[in-house]
């Protein structure tokens, strides 16, 4: 089979088929490279990677990072429901908690000084119905503000918080103190060039707590009304996950979130992290 890329029926995302990630020449990598740079989406259905399969084509983009657990076990992220003895998490546990905050807009690691540049997630166990994951074109975001908007925005710098959108979800309980001081609030600007494409987007969501230099809560609505505003069709695309599929996605331009499922019903994803680059050596979990 040929490399076939079909572009979905959004701003961004692309369908790839013709290809197996296991088995991936430069030139072919060269191709996906650039059309995820074009879509800052791309789905490949049913490519059935193992964690080391999935951890070699991550590799390819860069070096991978570490969440937020510092100097713990390095494994292969794992998103799920699912509890060490096989039964699922019930809703008012800690586990299902954290994984309530993933379904707010939000981009991977803005919370650090370098947020993420690409995740990669895969679908291993699927609900029967809901669990879908979703993305907002934040380039065509951008794109569709006024130009008073444009220029309000310009030069304006936002705060990115993990104990602002964390604490709601528990996430205060999941890291030592030690680990929260690596994890001070960081400034962002809200308007960012993509380093590759030069195309302008809005760098907001869950992480984003207020704006430096306003009101807080006026800059807090406005932010929110930004991150909902620009997260209208057609800059969305939603997949519904069947086991095997993975995504990638570019966080420096485009958010996401996940959506809810029954609570009885089991759901595990693995996700690998891209680090930005300049990101700290600290946050880094495996070199490319």
């Known amino acids: 089979m040929s490399l076939e890329i079909t572009p979905c029926d959004a701003t961004l995302g692309a369908v790839v088929r ?17 059309a ?3 879509y800052a989406i791309l789905i490949f259905p049913k490519q ?16 991978l990072e570490l969440s937020i657990r510092r100097n713990r076990p390095k494994t292969t992220g794992q998103l799920s429901n699912v509890q060490p003895d096989g039964t699922v998490a019930p809703p008012e546990s800690l ?50 503000l006024d130009n008073s908007m444009k220029a309000y925005l310009d030069g304006k710098i936002a705060v990115h918080s993990y104990e602002f959108s964390h604490a709601p979800f528990g996430g205060m309980k999941v890291i030592s103190a030690d680990e929260l001081s690596h994890l001070k609030p960081v400034e962002h600007p809200i308007i960012r060039t993509h380093p590759v494409t030069g195309r302008k987007n809005l ?4 992480h984003a ?11 807090r609505k406005l932010l929110a009304d930004l991150t909902t ?22 966080n420096r331009c485009v958010l996401h979130r996940g ?14 992290t891209v680090a930005g680059d300049g990101m700290d050596a600290e946050w880094l979990l495996e070199t490319a």
């Not at 707590?209 to 800059?219: P, R």
């Not at 969305?236 to 095997?244: D, F, N, R, S, V």
Request: aromatic fraction near 10%; include cysteine; charged fraction near 25%.
């Open 203 to 206: 760098f907001v969501g869950r």
């Open 209 to 219: 707590s207020h704006i430096m230099g306003e009101d807080l809560e006026e800059s």
């Open 259 to 272: 959506h809810q499922w029954p609570d009885d019903q089991p759901r595990t994803m693995v996700r690998t």
């Open 95 to 144: 586990q299902a908690q954290m994984l309530l905050g993933n379904t707010f807009w939000h981009s991977d690691s803005s919370y650090k000084r370098i947020g993420a540049k690409a995740s990669i997630l895969a679908a291993h166990i699927v609900p029967n119905q809901g669990g879908e994951t979703e993305w907002a074109d934040m380039r065509a975001a951008y794109d569709v």
């Open 229 to 250: 505003e620009g997260a209208q069709p057609p800059r969305l695309y939603k997949h519904q996950w069947t086991p095997g599929d993975l995504v990638m996605w570019d």
């Open 36 to 38: 995820w740079n074009e």
């Open 18 to 34: 013709g290809v197996s990630l296991k088995r991936l020449d430069d030139s072919t990598f060269a191709a996906i490279e650039s």
């Open 48 to 63: 059935c990677l193992s964690h080391e399969e999935h951890r070699a084509f991550t590799r390819r983009f860069g070096s």
